[in-house]
């Protein structure tokens, strides 16, 4: 099946600093996805993305489509505390039915 | 109110043990979901539902059944519990089946310990 490399595994930062983390696939998606998962919670959508080239802001979250559609990026400007957390890449090939393939997951800490 | 709740949030129990998950969504959605999350955090997905008829079966043990009394409900019954099915399994739900399917509302989760 397809497997999404996600990296890095976990980030510890300061509060202020910004984070990038990103996701590379052997496989061309058609859809690229990010995800939050709290503490004791499920994920939460944060950006899809649709189309090759994608440049998508949800607050200061910001990810894009890479144009070969096999990778994609998810920055996160001035880190808050409450930024902590796993966020997870996934990917879905078609867009017609088929399920997300999700990446292993990069934790954040973010000291005060 | 809450979109996707599932219950329990925590379940401990002995090896062969059967036990249950129940789930319900209030959003609406037509399709609903069982993933399972290891110890390692990585998502799994193991059974799709869409208006009650199975629709993804991910080579899941034949000791895990969902049931989907109705759309809004999918619980999933597990037989003959293993230390191998310890994990946090998440119930989600996505407005239709083809298009929208990516934007998940997941569960809270419910953490399943087996001893």
């Known amino acids: 099946g397809q497997q999404l490399n996600q990296s890095p595994q976990s980030m510890f930062i300061q509060e202020g600093e910004d984070v990038s983390m990103n996701c590379t696939s052997s496989?061309?998606?058609?859809?690229w996805l990010w995800y939050k998962q709290d503490p004791g919670e499920g994920p939460v959508l944060l950006i899809a993305?649709?189309?090759?080239?994608e440049l998508t802001s949800n607050g200061r979250l910001t990810a894009q489509f890479g144009t070969t559609r096999k990778d994609s990026f998810l920055n996160i400007s001035a880190s808050i505390p409450s930024d902590v957390g796993i966020y997870f890449c996934a990917g879905q090939l078609n867009s017609g039915y088929s399920t997300l393939t999700f990446g292993k997951g990069t934790m954040l800490l973010v000291s005060p | 109110d809450t979109a996707v709740s599932q219950t329990p949030k925590y379940l401990v129990t002995q090896m062969g043990n059967d036990k249950s998950i129940k789930c319900e969504q209030n959003l609406g959605h037509d399709t609903m979901y069982w993933y399972k999350q290891d110890s390692k955090k990585f998502l799994k997905i193991m059974f799709s539902?869409?208006?009650?008829?199975?629709?993804i079966n991910e080579t899941v043990p034949n000791r895990f059944s969902p049931k989907s009394p109705d759309k809004a409900h999918l619980n999933l019954h597990i037989n003959s519990l293993e230390l191998g099915d310890s994990a946090v399994y998440f119930c989600?739900?996505?407005?239709?089946?083809?298009?929208?399917?990516?934007?998940?509302?997941f569960g809270s989760g419910t953490q399943l310990s087996v001893l």
């Open positions: 989600a739900s996505s407005q239709e089946l083809v298009q929208g399917n990516e934007k998940l509302f």
């Open positions: 993305l649709y189309k090759a080239g």
């Open positions: 496989s061309i998606f058609n859809t």
């Open positions: 539902y869409n208006n009650k008829e199975l629709i």
